[in-house]
């Protein structure tokens, strides 16, 4: 049974750091590309990027571009988000997502629960 | 990036009703279009890939039709357990984007 858990959110500053985690189980981790989308309170979703199932290739959306950094450790089975100059529009849930584990393209069939992220001073 | 519009925002419905949501996308997306449900407090559930291919475990009273820019959602018979927020998505080329999401009522 696929299991995907969010860490890390909380209330921080404007302007600092923070590193979200996600650690999945029941699945081949290594294997799937993962994704992390967010949530901004009573909004629609956004995604924020990717680490591909190839491993090595990372993708971002526009608004995240340049602050947003995504990395994995398979033999820890987790991904990491990791934002730097936080700012009050990152204020949001964010959810770790598996990719499907075949196909020429592939969604997302499986979501965590999702980790609160709340900027303010 | 490819921008993804769905309506109606809200639908309000009985239980038993046919109900339709739809999504149009600003290019042709070859089919890569999936569907989600989304319920306070519950992970994101895949309801539909590709446009029209159900996702094992869900109900077949949902389905997904459409092709080229044009996508719809139907639920056939309305249950009690469908009242959620529903969104679609394109996965054809990075940025993913997601429609504004469909909310289902309860009339």
């Known amino acids: 049974q696929v299991q995907l858990v969010e860490s890390g959110g909380g209330v921080v500053q404007p302007g600092t750091s923070l590193r979200l985690s996600c650690a999945a189980s029941g699945f081949t981790f290594s294997m799937c590309g993962m994704h992390w989308v967010r949530q901004a309170p009573g909004k629609g979703l956004e995604w924020v990027g990717v680490?591909?199932?190839?491993?090595?290739?990372?993708y971002y959306g526009d608004s995240v571009k340049g602050r947003f950094s995504i990395s994995r450790d398979n033999s820890k089975n987790t991904l990491y988000l990791e934002i730097h100059g936080l700012r009050a529009e990152d204020t949001a849930v964010y959810y770790c997502?598996?990719?499907?584990?075949?196909?020429?393209?592939?969604?997302?069939?499986?979501w965590g629960q999702g980790t609160l992220v709340t900027v303010s001073s | 990036d490819i921008q993804m519009t769905q309506s109606p925002s809200t639908l309000s419905a009985s239980v038993g009703d046919r109900v339709t949501m739809t999504c149009r996308a600003s290019?042709?997306?070859?089919?890569?279009l999936a569907w989600y449900q989304q319920k306070p407090g519950k992970a994101l559930k895949l309801l539909i890939y590709?446009?029209?291919t159900l996702e094992r475990g869900v109900p077949s009273r949902f389905s997904g039709s459409g092709s080229g820019t044009e996508f719809t959602l139907t639920i056939s018979s309305l249950q009690p357990d469908d009242f959620a927020t529903y969104y679609c998505?394109?996965?054809?080329?990075?940025?993913?984007?997601f429609g504004q999401g469909t909310k289902v009522e309860i009339k």
């Open positions: 998505q394109q996965y054809k080329s990075y940025s993913w984007t």
């Open positions: 290019e042709r997306l070859n089919n890569w």
């Open positions: 590709q446009a029209s």
């Open positions: 680490f591909s199932y190839n491993g090595r290739d990372t």
């Open positions: 997502a598996k990719e499907q584990s075949s196909g020429p393209y592939r969604t997302v069939d499986a």
